[in-house]
Protein backbone atom coordinates (compact mmCIF):
# COMPACT_ATOMS: atom_id res chain seq x y z
CA UNK A 1 0.00 0.00 0.00
CA UNK A 2 2.90 2.24 0.99
CA UNK A 3 4.55 1.35 -2.53
CA UNK A 4 0.74 2.27 -4.25
CA UNK A 5 1.01 5.82 -2.52
CA UNK A 6 4.52 6.14 -3.19
CA UNK A 7 3.88 5.53 -6.93
CA UNK A 8 0.63 7.64 -7.10
CA UNK A 9 2.74 10.17 -5.50
CA UNK A 10 5.49 10.24 -8.11
CA UNK A 11 3.12 9.88 -11.27
CA UNK A 12 0.89 13.34 -9.69
CA UNK A 13 4.64 14.77 -9.38
CA UNK A 14 5.81 13.96 -12.91
CA UNK A 15 2.65 15.14 -14.28
CA UNK A 16 2.49 18.32 -12.75
CA UNK A 17 6.05 18.69 -13.75
CA UNK A 18 5.75 17.89 -17.29
CA UNK A 19 2.43 19.55 -17.86
CA UNK A 20 3.80 23.24 -18.30
CA UNK A 21 5.68 21.78 -21.03
CA UNK A 22 3.34 19.76 -23.04
CA UNK A 23 1.21 22.64 -22.91
CA UNK A 24 3.72 24.78 -23.61
CA UNK A 25 1.81 27.53 -26.14
CA UNK A 26 3.11 27.22 -29.70
CA UNK A 27 5.26 30.39 -31.04
CA UNK A 28 3.16 32.93 -32.73
CA UNK A 29 3.82 36.05 -35.03
CA UNK A 30 4.25 39.47 -33.43
CA UNK A 31 1.81 42.30 -35.37
CA UNK A 32 3.41 44.72 -36.48
CA UNK A 33 3.30 48.44 -34.97
CA UNK A 34 2.24 49.30 -38.69
CA UNK A 35 -0.92 47.25 -38.60
CA UNK A 36 -4.00 47.44 -36.90
CA UNK A 37 -5.48 43.75 -36.66
CA UNK A 38 -8.97 43.23 -34.57
CA UNK A 39 -10.53 39.95 -33.77
CA UNK A 40 -7.68 38.14 -35.64
CA UNK A 41 -6.09 35.11 -33.70
CA UNK A 42 -2.42 34.94 -33.11
CA UNK A 43 -0.67 33.76 -36.05
CA UNK A 44 1.77 30.65 -35.99
CA UNK A 45 5.17 30.67 -36.61
CA UNK A 46 4.90 27.60 -38.22
CA UNK A 47 1.83 28.63 -40.52
CA UNK A 48 4.24 31.48 -41.49
CA UNK A 49 7.39 29.48 -42.39
CA UNK A 50 5.02 27.18 -44.35
CA UNK A 51 3.52 30.17 -46.47
CA UNK A 52 7.03 31.75 -47.02
CA UNK A 53 7.40 29.14 -50.11
CA UNK A 54 5.18 30.88 -51.42
CA UNK A 55 5.30 33.90 -50.73
CA UNK A 56 8.58 34.23 -51.51
CA UNK A 57 8.42 34.26 -55.59
CA UNK A 58 9.28 36.63 -57.54
CA UNK A 59 8.94 38.21 -60.48
CA UNK A 60 10.36 41.06 -62.88
CA UNK A 61 9.22 43.32 -65.77
CA UNK A 62 10.89 45.06 -68.25
CA UNK A 63 10.81 48.79 -67.91
CA UNK A 64 13.15 49.67 -70.51
CA UNK A 65 16.37 48.93 -72.67
CA UNK A 66 19.72 51.02 -72.54
CA UNK A 67 19.94 53.30 -75.13
CA UNK A 68 23.43 51.83 -76.58
CA UNK A 69 23.93 48.68 -75.13
CA UNK A 70 22.26 45.28 -74.81
CA UNK A 71 21.31 45.65 -71.23
CA UNK A 72 17.69 46.34 -69.94
CA UNK A 73 15.95 48.18 -66.48
CA UNK A 74 13.64 45.85 -65.01
CA UNK A 75 11.86 46.04 -61.47
CA UNK A 76 11.48 43.32 -59.44
CA UNK A 77 11.71 42.59 -55.58
CA UNK A 78 14.13 41.57 -53.25
CA UNK A 79 13.71 43.10 -50.24
CA UNK A 80 10.25 44.59 -49.22
CA UNK A 81 8.88 46.33 -52.17
CA UNK A 82 9.65 46.42 -55.90
CA UNK A 83 12.89 48.47 -56.74
CA UNK A 84 14.82 48.78 -59.88
CA UNK A 85 17.78 46.67 -61.30
CA UNK A 86 19.76 46.80 -64.10
CA UNK A 87 20.51 43.36 -65.77
CA UNK A 88 23.42 43.40 -67.94
CA UNK A 89 22.80 40.24 -70.52
CA UNK A 90 20.62 37.47 -70.83
CA UNK A 91 20.77 35.38 -67.21
CA UNK A 92 23.22 37.67 -66.08
CA UNK A 93 22.92 39.05 -62.07
CA UNK A 94 19.84 42.05 -61.07
CA UNK A 95 21.85 44.84 -60.08
CA UNK A 96 19.83 47.40 -57.75
CA UNK A 97 19.94 50.64 -58.33
CA UNK A 98 16.75 52.10 -56.13
CA UNK A 99 17.15 51.15 -52.44
CA UNK A 100 13.49 53.09 -50.61
CA UNK A 101 11.25 52.10 -47.86
CA UNK A 102 8.48 52.20 -50.63
CA UNK A 103 7.81 50.37 -53.72
CA UNK A 104 9.34 52.05 -57.58
CA UNK A 105 6.66 52.30 -60.15
CA UNK A 106 7.86 52.86 -63.63
CA UNK A 107 11.49 53.79 -64.74
CA UNK A 108 13.56 54.67 -67.63
CA UNK A 109 17.06 55.36 -68.99
CA UNK A 110 17.86 59.12 -69.78
CA UNK A 111 18.40 59.98 -73.23
CA UNK A 112 20.99 59.77 -75.31
CA UNK A 113 23.70 57.96 -73.01
CA UNK A 114 21.65 56.25 -70.36
CA UNK A 115 23.83 58.03 -67.95
CA UNK A 116 20.85 58.54 -65.61
CA UNK A 117 17.55 56.87 -64.61
CA UNK A 118 14.13 58.56 -63.99
CA UNK A 119 11.21 56.88 -61.68
CA UNK A 120 8.15 56.97 -60.22
CA UNK A 121 7.49 57.01 -56.70
CA UNK A 122 4.75 57.41 -53.94
CA UNK A 123 5.06 57.32 -50.31
CA UNK A 124 3.07 54.84 -48.05
CA UNK A 125 0.73 54.28 -50.80
CA UNK A 126 -0.85 57.43 -51.56
CA UNK A 127 -0.31 57.25 -54.77
CA UNK A 128 1.12 61.43 -55.08
CA UNK A 129 3.52 59.70 -57.04
CA UNK A 130 6.62 62.27 -58.18
CA UNK A 131 9.43 62.02 -60.95
CA UNK A 132 12.89 61.22 -59.54
CA UNK A 133 16.22 61.67 -61.47
CA UNK A 134 19.08 59.30 -60.30
CA UNK A 135 22.56 60.07 -61.57
CA UNK A 136 24.04 56.49 -61.95
CA UNK A 137 27.88 57.75 -61.82
CA UNK A 138 27.33 59.87 -58.70
CA UNK A 139 24.29 57.88 -57.09
CA UNK A 140 22.81 61.57 -56.16
CA UNK A 141 19.09 61.37 -56.43
CA UNK A 142 17.25 64.72 -57.23
CA UNK A 143 12.95 65.28 -57.11
CA UNK A 144 11.98 67.02 -60.68
CA UNK A 145 8.38 67.17 -59.61
CA UNK A 146 6.88 69.31 -56.71
CA UNK A 147 6.71 66.58 -53.98
CA UNK A 148 2.84 66.92 -53.22
CA UNK A 149 0.64 66.62 -56.19
CA UNK A 150 0.24 63.49 -58.38
CA UNK A 151 2.18 62.94 -61.14
CA UNK A 152 1.89 60.35 -64.09
CA UNK A 153 2.51 59.34 -67.94
CA UNK A 154 5.64 60.68 -68.55
CA UNK A 155 6.61 60.26 -71.86
CA UNK A 156 10.20 61.18 -73.58
CA UNK A 157 11.21 63.38 -76.28
CA UNK A 158 13.17 61.50 -79.03
CA UNK A 159 16.16 63.23 -78.25
CA UNK A 160 15.73 62.68 -74.59
CA UNK A 161 16.16 66.39 -74.08
CA UNK A 162 12.38 66.69 -72.88
CA UNK A 163 9.83 64.94 -70.61
CA UNK A 164 5.84 65.38 -70.69
CA UNK A 165 4.02 64.55 -67.64
CA UNK A 166 0.33 65.05 -66.31
CA UNK A 167 0.11 66.69 -62.62
CA UNK A 168 -2.36 67.86 -60.33
CA UNK A 169 -0.11 70.74 -59.07
CA UNK A 170 -2.74 73.01 -60.15
CA UNK A 171 -5.32 72.67 -58.06
CA UNK A 172 -5.54 68.64 -56.48
CA UNK A 173 -7.97 67.68 -59.32
CA UNK A 174 -7.23 68.30 -62.71
CA UNK A 175 -4.40 66.91 -65.00
CA UNK A 176 -2.40 69.55 -66.26
CA UNK A 177 0.19 69.13 -69.07
CA UNK A 178 3.36 70.02 -67.86
CA UNK A 179 7.08 70.15 -69.76
CA UNK A 180 10.85 69.90 -68.59
CA UNK A 181 14.35 69.17 -69.03
CA UNK A 182 15.53 66.26 -66.50
CA UNK A 183 18.90 67.74 -65.82
CA UNK A 184 17.09 70.98 -65.54
CA UNK A 185 14.91 70.87 -62.22
CA UNK A 186 13.62 74.21 -62.56
CA UNK A 187 12.45 73.95 -66.37
CA UNK A 188 9.34 72.54 -65.52
CA UNK A 189 6.17 74.37 -67.23
CA UNK A 190 2.82 74.42 -67.72
CA UNK A 191 2.03 73.45 -71.00
CA UNK A 192 -1.80 72.83 -71.08
CA UNK A 193 -3.99 73.98 -68.88
CA UNK A 194 -7.29 71.52 -68.77
CA UNK A 195 -10.41 70.09 -66.82
CA UNK A 196 -10.75 66.88 -66.08
CA UNK A 197 -8.77 63.96 -63.82
CA UNK A 198 -8.29 62.04 -67.12
CA UNK A 199 -5.79 63.77 -69.60
CA UNK A 200 -2.49 62.69 -69.91
CA UNK A 201 0.88 62.81 -72.47
CA UNK A 202 0.69 60.02 -75.46
CA UNK A 203 3.84 61.04 -77.49
CA UNK A 204 6.32 63.64 -78.90
CA UNK A 205 6.64 64.41 -82.33
CA UNK A 206 9.96 63.76 -84.50
CA UNK A 207 11.02 67.25 -84.42
CA UNK A 208 9.76 67.69 -80.98
CA UNK A 209 7.17 70.24 -81.76
CA UNK A 210 4.07 68.95 -81.16
CA UNK A 211 2.50 66.13 -78.63
CA UNK A 212 -0.06 63.55 -78.60
CA UNK A 213 -2.59 64.11 -75.44
CA UNK A 214 -5.23 61.79 -74.54
CA UNK A 215 -8.27 62.93 -72.78
CA UNK A 216 -9.99 59.74 -71.01
CA UNK A 217 -13.57 60.26 -69.68
CA UNK A 218 -14.19 56.55 -69.20
CA UNK A 219 -13.27 53.09 -71.22
CA UNK A 220 -15.46 53.85 -73.91
CA UNK A 221 -15.04 57.66 -74.34
CA UNK A 222 -11.46 59.38 -75.09
CA UNK A 223 -10.47 61.25 -77.44
CA UNK A 224 -7.14 62.73 -78.79
CA UNK A 225 -5.59 66.29 -79.39
CA UNK A 226 -2.52 67.56 -81.17
CA UNK A 227 -0.90 70.32 -79.00
CA UNK A 228 1.57 72.84 -80.03
CA UNK A 229 4.68 72.69 -77.45
CA UNK A 230 5.42 76.19 -78.41
CA UNK A 231 2.38 78.17 -77.98
CA UNK A 232 -0.05 74.69 -75.72
CA UNK A 233 -2.61 75.68 -78.73
CA UNK A 234 -4.63 72.44 -78.31
CA UNK A 235 -6.33 70.71 -81.75
CA UNK A 236 -8.68 67.87 -81.62
CA UNK A 237 -8.18 65.27 -83.43
CA UNK A 238 -10.50 62.63 -83.52
CA UNK A 239 -14.74 62.85 -83.48
CA UNK A 240 -16.29 65.59 -81.09
CA UNK A 241 -19.78 64.12 -80.70
CA UNK A 242 -18.80 60.16 -81.40
CA UNK A 243 -18.03 58.01 -78.48
CA UNK A 244 -15.34 55.85 -79.26
CA UNK A 245 -12.13 54.70 -77.41
CA UNK A 246 -8.74 55.32 -78.74
CA UNK A 247 -5.21 54.71 -76.89
CA UNK A 248 -1.99 55.27 -77.87
CA UNK A 249 -1.37 57.73 -80.68
CA UNK A 250 2.46 57.44 -81.59
CA UNK A 251 3.76 59.42 -84.41
CA UNK A 252 4.81 57.86 -87.91
CA UNK A 253 8.62 58.80 -87.70
CA UNK A 254 7.49 61.42 -90.48
CA UNK A 255 5.10 62.86 -87.98
CA UNK A 256 2.22 62.92 -90.36
CA UNK A 257 0.21 59.89 -89.22
CA UNK A 258 -0.41 58.27 -85.78
CA UNK A 259 -0.45 54.40 -84.84
CA UNK A 260 -3.17 53.84 -82.13
CA UNK A 261 -5.71 51.31 -81.06
CA UNK A 262 -9.76 52.30 -81.19
CA UNK A 263 -12.82 50.56 -81.16
CA UNK A 264 -14.53 53.09 -83.64
CA UNK A 265 -17.54 51.79 -85.81
CA UNK A 266 -16.53 48.04 -83.68
CA UNK A 267 -17.13 46.33 -81.09
CA UNK A 268 -13.33 44.78 -80.34
CA UNK A 269 -10.55 47.48 -80.04
CA UNK A 270 -8.48 47.46 -83.58
CA UNK A 271 -5.59 48.31 -84.94
CA UNK A 272 -5.53 51.52 -86.96
CA UNK A 273 -3.36 54.44 -88.13
CA UNK A 274 -5.06 57.98 -88.06
CA UNK A 275 -3.36 60.30 -90.88
CA UNK A 276 -3.61 63.66 -89.94
CA UNK A 277 -3.74 66.03 -92.29
CA UNK A 278 -6.72 64.60 -93.74
CA UNK A 279 -8.02 62.64 -90.34
CA UNK A 280 -8.91 59.68 -92.43
CA UNK A 281 -8.64 56.22 -90.26
CA UNK A 282 -7.00 53.19 -91.89
CA UNK A 283 -7.84 49.87 -89.79
CA UNK A 284 -4.51 47.61 -90.16
CA UNK A 285 -6.45 44.65 -88.42
CA UNK A 286 -9.83 43.40 -89.43
CA UNK A 287 -13.01 43.18 -86.73
CA UNK A 288 -11.57 40.66 -84.79
CA UNK A 289 -13.85 38.70 -81.58
CA UNK A 290 -10.58 39.99 -79.74
CA UNK A 291 -9.45 43.19 -78.28
CA UNK A 292 -5.92 44.43 -79.82
CA UNK A 293 -4.35 45.69 -75.87
CA UNK A 294 -1.26 46.66 -76.80
CA UNK A 295 0.99 48.49 -79.14
CA UNK A 296 4.52 49.45 -79.81
CA UNK A 297 6.39 51.13 -82.48
CA UNK A 298 10.16 50.68 -83.26
CA UNK A 299 12.10 54.11 -83.17
CA UNK A 300 12.70 54.08 -86.49
CA UNK A 301 9.05 53.29 -87.42
CA UNK A 302 9.46 50.47 -89.34
CA UNK A 303 8.13 47.41 -87.26
CA UNK A 304 4.96 47.79 -85.01
CA UNK A 305 4.77 45.48 -82.24
CA UNK A 306 1.07 44.18 -81.06
CA UNK A 307 -0.76 42.06 -78.89
CA UNK A 308 -4.15 40.51 -78.99
CA UNK A 309 -6.04 39.46 -76.00
CA UNK A 310 -7.56 35.89 -77.22
CA UNK A 311 -9.80 34.45 -74.03
CA UNK A 312 -7.12 36.05 -71.60
CA UNK A 313 -4.26 34.76 -73.51
CA UNK A 314 -2.06 37.61 -75.66
CA UNK A 315 -0.65 36.28 -79.40
CA UNK A 316 2.29 39.00 -80.42
CA UNK A 317 2.57 39.80 -83.55
CA UNK A 318 4.85 42.57 -86.03
CA UNK A 319 3.54 43.87 -88.77
CA UNK A 320 5.83 46.02 -90.83
CA UNK A 321 4.73 49.55 -91.50
CA UNK A 322 5.36 50.27 -95.16
CA UNK A 323 3.58 46.73 -96.53
CA UNK A 324 1.29 46.28 -94.00
CA UNK A 325 2.86 42.82 -93.65
CA UNK A 326 3.03 40.68 -90.73
CA UNK A 327 6.55 39.42 -90.09
CA UNK A 328 6.65 35.33 -88.59
CA UNK A 329 7.31 35.07 -84.56
CA UNK A 330 8.57 32.24 -83.15
CA UNK A 331 6.26 30.09 -80.79
CA UNK A 332 5.76 31.55 -77.38
CA UNK A 333 4.54 30.31 -73.90
CA UNK A 334 1.19 30.31 -73.57
CA UNK A 335 0.69 33.14 -70.86
CA UNK A 336 0.12 37.05 -70.80
CA UNK A 337 2.40 39.79 -72.77
CA UNK A 338 2.71 43.03 -71.32
CA UNK A 339 5.36 45.97 -71.44
CA UNK A 340 6.45 45.76 -75.18
CA UNK A 341 9.21 47.97 -75.32
CA UNK A 342 11.93 47.93 -78.33
CA UNK A 343 15.30 48.92 -78.45
CA UNK A 344 16.80 51.84 -79.74
CA UNK A 345 18.19 49.91 -82.53
CA UNK A 346 14.81 49.24 -83.99
CA UNK A 347 15.72 45.05 -84.03
CA UNK A 348 14.76 43.72 -80.36
CA UNK A 349 11.52 43.43 -79.24
CA UNK A 350 11.43 42.95 -75.63
CA UNK A 351 8.38 42.06 -73.49
CA UNK A 352 6.87 40.75 -70.24
CA UNK A 353 5.57 37.48 -70.13
CA UNK A 354 3.70 35.33 -67.78
CA UNK A 355 1.63 32.29 -67.07
CA UNK A 356 -0.19 30.66 -64.68
CA UNK A 357 2.88 28.39 -64.12
CA UNK A 358 5.69 30.99 -64.17
CA UNK A 359 5.71 34.03 -62.62
CA UNK A 360 6.51 37.53 -64.85
CA UNK A 361 9.65 37.36 -66.52
CA UNK A 362 11.33 39.31 -68.92
CA UNK A 363 12.39 37.77 -72.92
CA UNK A 364 12.99 39.48 -76.32
CA UNK A 365 13.15 38.50 -80.12
CA UNK A 366 15.54 39.78 -82.27
CA UNK A 367 13.75 40.36 -85.91
CA UNK A 368 17.10 39.51 -87.33
CA UNK A 369 17.32 36.21 -86.43
CA UNK A 370 13.74 35.39 -85.13
CA UNK A 371 15.73 34.22 -82.03
CA UNK A 372 13.78 33.80 -78.30
CA UNK A 373 15.79 34.90 -75.59
CA UNK A 374 14.65 34.85 -72.02
CA UNK A 375 16.72 37.51 -69.89
CA UNK A 376 15.53 36.94 -66.43
CA UNK A 377 14.56 33.68 -64.62
CA UNK A 378 12.53 34.51 -61.08
CA UNK A 379 12.11 32.16 -58.48
CA UNK A 380 9.41 30.48 -56.88
CA UNK A 381 10.42 30.01 -53.22
CA UNK A 382 12.01 26.77 -54.21
CA UNK A 383 8.72 25.18 -55.06
CA UNK A 384 8.64 23.31 -58.58
CA UNK A 385 6.30 25.32 -60.84
CA UNK A 386 5.08 22.23 -63.22
CA UNK A 387 3.05 21.11 -60.03
CA UNK A 388 1.06 24.39 -60.05
CA UNK A 389 -2.63 23.60 -61.48
CA UNK A 390 -3.30 25.21 -64.64
CA UNK A 391 -6.96 26.99 -65.45
CA UNK A 392 -9.65 25.80 -67.20
CA UNK A 393 -11.71 28.16 -68.83
CA UNK A 394 -15.63 27.77 -67.82
CA UNK A 395 -18.81 29.19 -68.90
CA UNK A 396 -22.14 29.39 -67.03
CA UNK A 397 -25.47 30.86 -67.97
CA UNK A 398 -26.88 33.93 -65.84
CA UNK A 399 -30.40 35.07 -65.17
CA UNK A 400 -30.70 36.83 -68.32
CA UNK A 401 -29.56 33.93 -70.89
CA UNK A 402 -26.01 35.67 -71.21
CA UNK A 403 -22.97 33.55 -71.09
CA UNK A 404 -20.42 34.52 -68.42
CA UNK A 405 -17.36 32.84 -68.31
CA UNK A 406 -14.47 32.51 -66.13
CA UNK A 407 -11.35 30.01 -65.28
CA UNK A 408 -11.48 27.48 -62.94
CA UNK A 409 -8.60 26.10 -60.88
CA UNK A 410 -8.94 22.33 -59.95
CA UNK A 411 -7.04 21.31 -56.79
CA UNK A 412 -4.38 18.35 -56.98
CA UNK A 413 -5.75 14.95 -57.54
CA UNK A 414 -4.75 13.75 -54.53
CA UNK A 415 -7.91 16.10 -52.61
CA UNK A 416 -11.14 13.73 -52.55
CA UNK A 417 -14.41 14.40 -52.28
CA UNK A 418 -16.48 17.51 -53.14
CA UNK A 419 -13.52 20.35 -52.86
CA UNK A 420 -14.17 24.20 -50.84
CA UNK A 421 -14.58 26.85 -53.25
CA UNK A 422 -12.84 30.49 -53.53
CA UNK A 423 -14.38 32.80 -55.81
CA UNK A 424 -12.13 35.63 -56.39
CA UNK A 425 -13.60 38.56 -57.88
CA UNK A 426 -11.55 41.09 -60.02
CA UNK A 427 -11.35 45.08 -59.85
CA UNK A 428 -12.05 47.63 -61.94
CA UNK A 429 -14.81 47.02 -62.91
CA UNK A 430 -13.81 47.85 -66.62
CA UNK A 431 -10.71 44.97 -66.27
CA UNK A 432 -10.49 41.57 -66.57
CA UNK A 433 -8.81 38.09 -65.15
CA UNK A 434 -6.45 36.97 -67.02
CA UNK A 435 -4.16 33.54 -66.27
CA UNK A 436 -1.28 34.90 -65.22
CA UNK A 437 1.14 33.30 -62.08
CA UNK A 438 -1.16 32.84 -59.07
CA UNK A 439 1.78 33.40 -56.45
CA UNK A 440 0.31 32.91 -53.16
CA UNK A 441 -2.84 31.36 -54.13
CA UNK A 442 -1.34 28.31 -55.43
CA UNK A 443 -1.09 27.76 -51.50
CA UNK A 444 -4.80 27.42 -51.26
CA UNK A 445 -4.82 24.68 -54.20
CA UNK A 446 -2.20 22.56 -53.22
CA UNK A 447 -1.84 22.44 -49.53
CA UNK A 448 -5.58 23.10 -48.32
CA UNK A 449 -7.35 21.25 -51.26
CA UNK A 450 -9.46 24.51 -52.06
CA UNK A 451 -10.94 25.15 -56.09
CA UNK A 452 -10.29 28.64 -56.97
CA UNK A 453 -12.60 30.47 -59.59
CA UNK A 454 -11.74 33.95 -61.01
CA UNK A 455 -14.70 35.05 -62.79
CA UNK A 456 -15.56 37.95 -65.51
CA UNK A 457 -18.91 38.99 -65.09
CA UNK A 458 -20.46 41.71 -67.02
CA UNK A 459 -18.82 45.12 -66.96
CA UNK A 460 -15.39 43.20 -67.43
CA UNK A 461 -12.74 44.41 -70.37
CA UNK A 462 -12.16 41.87 -73.39
CA UNK A 463 -15.45 40.80 -74.10
CA UNK A 464 -16.51 44.19 -76.08
CA UNK A 465 -17.96 47.14 -75.78
CA UNK A 466 -21.63 46.70 -75.32
CA UNK A 467 -20.67 43.85 -72.69
CA UNK A 468 -18.32 46.32 -71.02
CA UNK A 469 -21.37 48.31 -70.20
CA UNK A 470 -23.87 46.31 -69.26
CA UNK A 471 -23.33 46.69 -65.44
CA UNK A 472 -23.39 50.64 -65.63
CA UNK A 473 -25.40 53.10 -63.58
CA UNK A 474 -28.63 51.46 -62.91
CA UNK A 475 -27.60 47.86 -64.01
CA UNK A 476 -24.73 47.93 -60.93
CA UNK A 477 -26.54 44.76 -59.70
CA UNK A 478 -27.06 42.37 -62.64
CA UNK A 479 -23.00 42.03 -62.33
CA UNK A 480 -24.33 40.58 -58.85
CA UNK A 481 -26.92 38.30 -59.99
CA UNK A 482 -23.49 36.61 -62.51
CA UNK A 483 -22.32 35.45 -59.41
CA UNK A 484 -25.79 34.25 -58.16
CA UNK A 485 -25.61 32.07 -61.39
CA UNK A 486 -22.21 31.07 -60.80
CA UNK A 487 -23.78 29.62 -57.38
CA UNK A 488 -25.78 27.75 -59.34
CA UNK A 489 -23.11 26.33 -61.49
CA UNK A 490 -20.88 25.40 -58.47
CA UNK A 491 -24.18 23.92 -56.96
CA UNK A 492 -24.11 21.42 -59.92
CA UNK A 493 -20.53 20.12 -60.38
CA UNK A 494 -20.01 17.25 -58.18
CA UNK A 495 -16.23 17.79 -57.47
CA UNK A 496 -17.28 20.90 -56.00
CA UNK A 497 -19.06 21.67 -52.92
CA UNK A 498 -21.89 23.94 -52.61
CA UNK A 499 -22.24 24.32 -49.56
CA UNK A 500 -18.20 25.45 -48.80
CA UNK A 501 -17.57 28.66 -50.94
CA UNK A 502 -16.21 31.74 -49.80
CA UNK A 503 -15.87 34.77 -51.73
CA UNK A 504 -13.58 37.73 -52.38
CA UNK A 505 -12.02 40.64 -54.17
CA UNK A 506 -10.44 43.80 -53.97
CA UNK A 507 -11.30 47.23 -54.62
CA UNK A 508 -14.38 46.98 -56.78
CA UNK A 509 -14.19 42.94 -56.58
CA UNK A 510 -14.12 44.19 -52.67
CA UNK A 511 -17.86 45.54 -53.01
CA UNK A 512 -18.70 43.02 -55.72
CA UNK A 513 -17.95 40.55 -51.95
CA UNK A 514 -20.06 42.31 -50.06
CA UNK A 515 -23.11 42.89 -52.39
CA UNK A 516 -22.61 39.07 -52.49
CA UNK A 517 -22.80 38.94 -48.83
CA UNK A 518 -25.73 40.66 -48.65
CA UNK A 519 -28.06 39.23 -51.82
CA UNK A 520 -26.87 35.19 -51.41
CA UNK A 521 -25.67 35.03 -47.38
CA UNK A 522 -27.57 31.68 -47.13
CA UNK A 523 -25.30 30.43 -50.06
CA UNK A 524 -21.45 31.43 -49.00
CA UNK A 525 -19.63 30.30 -46.17
CA UNK A 526 -17.44 33.72 -45.42
CA UNK A 527 -16.33 36.88 -47.57
CA UNK A 528 -13.12 38.58 -47.57
CA UNK A 529 -13.27 42.33 -48.88
CA UNK A 530 -10.21 44.29 -49.59
CA UNK A 531 -10.37 47.73 -50.32
CA UNK A 532 -13.80 47.38 -51.47
CA UNK A 533 -16.31 50.24 -51.97
CA UNK A 534 -19.37 49.66 -49.31
CA UNK A 535 -21.48 53.13 -49.86
CA UNK A 536 -21.42 54.52 -53.76
CA UNK A 537 -22.37 57.87 -52.36
CA UNK A 538 -19.73 58.44 -49.61
CA UNK A 539 -17.09 56.84 -52.01
CA UNK A 540 -18.27 58.87 -55.14
CA UNK A 541 -18.08 61.89 -52.40
CA UNK A 542 -14.37 61.28 -50.77
CA UNK A 543 -12.41 59.16 -53.55
CA UNK A 544 -9.87 61.79 -54.75
CA UNK A 545 -11.20 64.67 -56.35
CA UNK A 546 -8.67 64.38 -59.69
CA UNK A 547 -10.53 60.42 -60.27
CA UNK A 548 -14.00 61.74 -58.90
CA UNK A 549 -15.41 62.52 -62.64
CA UNK A 550 -14.12 59.27 -63.92
CA UNK A 551 -15.85 57.15 -61.56
CA UNK A 552 -19.05 58.97 -61.68
CA UNK A 553 -18.90 57.90 -65.59
CA UNK A 554 -18.88 54.22 -64.28
CA UNK A 555 -20.60 54.22 -61.18
CA UNK A 556 -23.15 57.24 -62.02
CA UNK A 557 -23.23 60.65 -60.60
CA UNK A 558 -24.58 60.74 -56.99
CA UNK A 559 -25.43 64.49 -57.21
CA UNK A 560 -27.96 63.48 -59.17
CA UNK A 561 -31.05 62.79 -56.78
CA UNK A 562 -32.42 59.81 -58.24
CA UNK A 563 -29.47 58.26 -58.83
CA UNK A 564 -28.12 59.01 -55.27
CA UNK A 565 -31.43 57.48 -54.72
CA UNK A 566 -30.46 54.21 -56.55
CA UNK A 567 -26.98 54.29 -55.15
CA UNK A 568 -27.51 54.23 -51.39
CA UNK A 569 -30.24 51.41 -52.03
CA UNK A 570 -28.21 48.57 -53.35
CA UNK A 571 -24.65 49.80 -51.10
CA UNK A 572 -23.95 46.99 -49.14
CA UNK A 573 -23.78 49.44 -46.18
CA UNK A 574 -27.16 49.94 -46.28
CA UNK A 575 -28.02 45.92 -46.60
CA UNK A 576 -25.82 44.86 -44.13
CA UNK A 577 -28.17 43.89 -41.93
CA UNK A 578 -28.64 40.78 -44.41
CA UNK A 579 -24.78 39.69 -44.06
CA UNK A 580 -25.12 36.93 -41.68
CA UNK A 581 -21.82 35.09 -42.52
CA UNK A 582 -17.97 35.69 -40.77
CA UNK A 583 -16.22 38.63 -43.07
CA UNK A 584 -12.99 39.81 -43.12
CA UNK A 585 -11.87 43.47 -43.65
CA UNK A 586 -8.48 44.51 -45.31
CA UNK A 587 -7.54 48.18 -45.69
CA UNK A 588 -4.75 50.45 -46.46
CA UNK A 589 -5.24 53.61 -44.65
CA UNK A 590 -3.52 56.25 -47.30
CA UNK A 591 -5.92 54.79 -50.14
CA UNK A 592 -7.04 57.43 -52.17
CA UNK A 593 -9.15 55.58 -54.56
CA UNK A 594 -11.41 53.65 -52.15
CA UNK A 595 -11.07 55.92 -48.60
CA UNK A 596 -10.60 54.05 -45.46
CA UNK A 597 -13.97 55.05 -44.25
CA UNK A 598 -15.22 52.76 -46.39
CA UNK A 599 -13.98 49.79 -44.31
CA UNK A 600 -14.46 51.41 -41.25
CA UNK A 601 -17.93 51.95 -41.86
CA UNK A 602 -19.15 48.39 -42.76
CA UNK A 603 -17.15 47.03 -39.94
CA UNK A 604 -18.92 48.87 -37.41
CA UNK A 605 -22.30 47.91 -38.96
CA UNK A 606 -21.35 44.11 -39.01
CA UNK A 607 -20.58 43.96 -35.25
CA UNK A 608 -23.59 45.86 -34.30
CA UNK A 609 -25.36 43.43 -36.04
CA UNK A 610 -23.57 40.54 -34.28
CA UNK A 611 -21.39 39.06 -37.09
CA UNK A 612 -18.07 37.92 -36.73
CA UNK A 613 -15.52 40.44 -38.06
CA UNK A 614 -11.99 40.61 -38.08
CA UNK A 615 -10.01 43.96 -39.70
CA UNK A 616 -7.01 44.47 -40.55
CA UNK A 617 -5.39 47.91 -41.24
CA UNK A 618 -2.17 49.31 -42.44
CA UNK A 619 -0.69 52.65 -42.06
CA UNK A 620 1.65 52.38 -44.19
CA UNK A 621 -0.29 50.88 -47.51
CA UNK A 622 -3.03 52.25 -50.07
CA UNK A 623 -4.72 50.25 -52.08
CA UNK A 624 -4.17 46.94 -51.38
CA UNK A 625 -1.18 46.03 -49.76
CA UNK A 626 2.58 45.58 -51.82
CA UNK A 627 4.90 45.64 -48.91
CA UNK A 628 5.87 42.09 -48.57
CA UNK A 629 5.84 41.73 -44.43
CA UNK A 630 2.39 43.34 -44.86
CA UNK A 631 1.38 41.02 -47.30
CA UNK A 632 2.85 38.06 -45.34
CA UNK A 633 0.48 39.11 -42.35
CA UNK A 634 -2.50 39.47 -44.86
CA UNK A 635 -1.90 36.18 -46.09
CA UNK A 636 -1.50 34.11 -42.93
CA UNK A 637 -4.65 36.16 -41.15
CA UNK A 638 -6.57 35.03 -44.31
CA UNK A 639 -5.40 31.54 -43.62
CA UNK A 640 -6.67 31.02 -40.22
CA UNK A 641 -9.68 32.80 -41.46
CA UNK A 642 -10.12 30.02 -44.31
CA UNK A 643 -9.58 27.08 -41.72
CA UNK A 644 -11.82 28.48 -39.41
CA UNK A 645 -15.24 29.62 -41.46
CA UNK A 646 -14.24 27.87 -44.49
CA UNK A 647 -12.74 24.58 -44.46
CA UNK A 648 -14.48 23.28 -40.53
Known amino acids: MRYLNGLVTSVLFFALVLRPALAQPQPTIPIPPNLRAEAIPPIPAALMETLNRYSEARSAYLEDWHPVRREILISTRFGDVTQLHR ?3 PGGARYQLTFFPDRVLGGWFERPGGSAIVFSKDIGGSEFFQYWRQDLETGQVQLLTDGKSRNTGLVWSRSGRWIAYASTRRNGRDTDIYVADPRQPGSTRLLLEVQGGGWSPVDWSPDESQLVVSEYRSIHDTSLHLVDVATGQKTLLTPEHEKAAYFGGFFDPHGRGLYLITDRQSEFLRLAYLDLPSRKLEYLTPELN ?15 AYTVNEAGISRLYVLETSSRRSIPMPALPSGVISSLRWHDNSRELGFTLSSARNPADVYSIDLRTRKLTRWTYSEVGGLNPANFPEPELIEWTSFDGRKITGFLYRPPKKFTGPRPVIINIHGGPEAQYRPTFGGVH ?18 SAGYGKTFLQLDN ?6 AVRDIGALLDWIAAQPDLDRNRIMVTGGSYGGYMTLAVMTHYSDRVRCGVDIVGISNFVTFLERTEAYRRDLRRAEYGDERDPAMREFLLKISPLNNAHKIKRPMFIVQGKNDPRVPASESEQIVEALRKNGVPVWYLLAEDEGHGFVKKKNRDIQLAATVLFIQQYLLN
Open 87 to 89: VAM
Open 290 to 304: WNVDDIALSRDGRFL
Open 442 to 459: NYFLNELGIALIYPNVRG
Open 473 to 478: GYKRED
